[in-house]
């Protein structure tokens, strides 16, 4: 048998497996995903709306604050001003006063350097007993003397207002720069939560005199909602359509007449203007009717709760439909 068929037979080449292949290609998709920065990290979600009242309320802890200490600071100042203010008219007449017995003084000292003692004072002098020359002298001293301490006098006080009013002008001037940085935290701490309500989604509406309101889809309705809120305390009257008092239907049609809708100042018209929307699917700024005959209308805010013109005694305010039975909503847009 030839020696060549006694060698060993070599097993056949087997194939690189499918799965390693697809490993090494995975693995070199990856690396170059990695460096075209196609697989960075996930973005951070948007805050929700309840994360960003959560913000604005600890800005607003940082900033009432500082309104309060920025009003104490104010109210200071505005006292010591009214004091330096007063200190100076006092010291107008005392600088006056001062400056006039300095000028005496002068003047009778350049006299008597100039000419000598004046005739009344020469007759003075000739018309004493003799002797008396030192008794004369101890006089003029004494007018002299006078005159010294009518100005130390008024020196001594002028000096003693000057001295209160610096001060004075020292705390102003530490009150004033208070007050400065003050106003200027708080223009930082407003600009923040400025920044904040503009992360707010449109739909959220954060109305003055009102509990916050989101899901507010048409833009008719936040107008209401801001318009009829803004009214929260002003006074019932009957008839009155604003802006300053008003009337259940006075209310409604008043604030979505600031959103360019027109509503009859009247319960039973509006009812009828309005598209009739169950309790179920009742949302903010739809307008809420009570009693079987429609006497009543408020303007709904969502969650049971109403702004609304009660009576007669009892200001624009916001209540719960509850108390009332209610006999349906509308939709008025």
């Keep these: 048998m030839p020696p060549d068929r006694h060698a060993r037979r070599q097993p056949p080449l087997r194939p690189v497996g499918a799965r390693r292949v697809v490993r090494r290609l995975l693995t070199l998709v990856a690396a170059a995903a990695v460096g075209a920065g196609l697989l960075a990290a996930p973005a951070h979600a948007a805050p929700s709306v309840d ?71 020469g007759a003075l002098l ?25 100005v130390a006098g ?3 006080v002028r000096d003693k207002y000057n001295r209160q009013k ?31 309500t503009a992360m707010l989604p449109v739909s959220s509406v954060r109305p003055a005199n009102c509990p916050a309101i989101d899901g507010v889809l048409s833009k008719a309705a936040r107008t209401a909602i801001t318009t009829a809120c803004a009214q929260v305390g002003d006074p019932y009257v009957w008839g009155a359509t604003g802006p300053n008092s008003f009337d259940c ?42 009693y079987s005959d429609l006497h009543h209308v408020g303007l709904y805010l969502g969650d049971g709760l109403m702004v609304h013109a009660p009576r007669t005694g009892k200001p624009v305010q916001v209540s719960q439909i509850s108390y009332q039975p209610v006999a349906g909503f509308r939709r008025p847009y």
Excluded at 78 to 103: G, I, Y
Excluded at 181 to 191: D, G, H, P, T
């Design 51 to 121: 994360e960003i009242d959560a913000q604005i309320d600890k800005q607003w802890e940082q900033l009432e604050p500082t309104i309060e200490n920025y009003n104490k600071v104010r109210a200071q100042l505005k006292v010591n001003t009214k004091k330096s203010d007063e200190l100076a008219k006092k010291m107008v007449p005392l600088e006056l006063e001062s400056a006039l017995a300095m000028n005496r003084v002068g003047d009778i000292a350049a006299r008597y350097y100039m000419t000598g003692p004046s005739q009344d004072l």
């Design 126 to 150: 000739v018309s004493t007993k003799p002797g008396t020359l030192g008794e004369q002298l101890v006089i003029l001293d004494r007018l002299a003397q006078q005159q010294r301490q009518q």
């Design 154 to 156: 008024v020196l001594a």
């Design 166 to 196: 610096q001060k004075l002008d020292d705390l102003i001037e530490t009150q004033t720069k208070q007050k400065e940085e003050l106003e200027a935290k708080k223009k930082q701490i407003n600009a923040e939560i400025k920044r904040l």
């Design 249 to 290: 239907s006075g209310l409604t049609q008043y604030a979505y007449k600031a959103a360019g809708i027109s509503l009859t100042h009247f319960t039973g018209a509006q009812w009828k203007e309005g598209k009739a929307v169950s309790r179920a699917d009742a949302r903010p700024g739809d307008l809420v009717f009570f």
